[in-house]
């Protein structure tokens, strides 16, 4: 369940404190909510790490909950493809938000507008329907993102 995911992270970002640095974690810059999992004996995965760092913890988090609040949760097409399904966005991100601050999610949330935009740095159709999409429907999905996180912050 999403809050088991959330749950998850947020151990991991307790128990990877750097020894002799109480406010720094040694985690992988791949940490994210779709990079972990269970197998059938219920051990904890985490896959497609990414190389380790040691940041402070608060900003491990924000980049956490920013993959989090950024991440389709539903198969089923519909709205969710603007705006997150909250309920399940709730169960991942609440446990990790203790970790970090709204500004700090917001700062994360800016960065990885900048970096979709530009992404697309290649030519052709392909390329102009990825721009065009990030302009129109794109904006849509970035305010409704937005929107959860100050939600989530105000509803503690």
């Given at each position: 369940?999403?809050?088991?995911?959330?749950?998850?992270?947020?151990?991991?970002?307790?128990?990877?404190?750097?020894?002799?640095?109480?406010?720094?974690?040694?985690?992988?810059?791949?940490?994210?909510?779709?990079?972990?999992?269970?197998?059938k004996d219920g051990r904890l995965w985490v896959f497609?790490?990414?190389?380790?760092?040691?940041?402070?913890?608060?900003?491990?988090?924000?980049?956490?909950?920013?993959?989090?609040?950024?991440?389709?949760?539903?198969?089923?097409?519909?709205?969710?493809?603007?705006?997150?399904?909250?309920?399940?966005?709730?169960?991942?991100?609440?446990?990790?938000?203790?970790?970090?601050?709204?500004?700090?999610?917001?700062?994360?949330?800016?960065?990885?507008?900048?970096?979709?935009?530009?992404?697309?740095?290649?030519?052709?159709?392909?390329?102009?329907?990825?721009?065009?999409?990030?302009?129109?429907?794109?904006?849509?999905?970035?305010?409704?993102?937005?929107?959860?996180?100050?939600?989530?912050?105000?509803?503690?």
């Amino acid at each position: 369940t999403a809050s088991r995911v959330g749950a998850a992270l947020a151990g991991i970002l307790e128990t990877r404190t750097v020894p002799g640095q109480p406010d720094d974690v040694a985690v992988w810059k791949g940490l994210d909510p779709k990079n972990i999992g269970w197998g059938k004996d219920g051990r904890l995965w985490v896959f497609d790490f990414g190389p380790p760092s040691v940041i402070p913890r608060a900003d491990a988090a924000a980049r956490v909950m920013a993959a989090g609040l950024l991440s389709r949760w539903v198969a089923r097409p519909g709205r969710h493809v603007i705006s997150p399904e909250r309920s399940i966005l709730r169960g991942v991100c609440e446990p990790i938000a203790d970790y970090t601050t709204l500004a700090a999610v917001e700062t994360e949330l800016r960065h990885h507008k900048q970096l979709r935009m530009r992404e697309p740095q290649r030519r052709g159709l392909a390329a102009t329907a990825t721009r065009l999409g990030l302009r129109t429907l794109g904006r849509v999905h970035w305010a409704a993102v937005q929107r959860e996180a100050r939600r989530l912050y105000a509803d503690r």
